[in-house]
């Protein structure tokens, strides 16, 4: 299991630290995990997430065994097609 770089703290600066929240997106972004927790629809931040899981397929579309990317919804509502979207997308290769 690789690592996950973070500054140490007597070589950084306190405001070069990542906050907890970041940390996690990174490690999570690292392990290919992404949650959608807000409501689902064309907003701009699925289409970013839509934009990192396709980079993803690109990168290893030659790998025997790629490594899954998991996508965990947990929505109150919103548009379906949009969701199932991304189900597709991670399924892709």
Known sequence: ME????PL???AKESELPTPEEF???KDRKNRTFYIDYEINEDYSLV???KIIIQMNIE???KENPDPIR???HSYGGD???ALFFCDLVKSK
């Open 24 to 26: 996690t997106y990174w």
């Open 80 to 82: 379906i097609e949009q």
């Open 48 to 50: 970013e997430l839509a």
């Open 9 to 11: 703290i007597g070589n």
């Open 71 to 73: 996508l965990f919804i």
């Open 60 to 62: 290893e579309k030659d």
């Open 3 to 6: 690592l996950l770089e973070i």
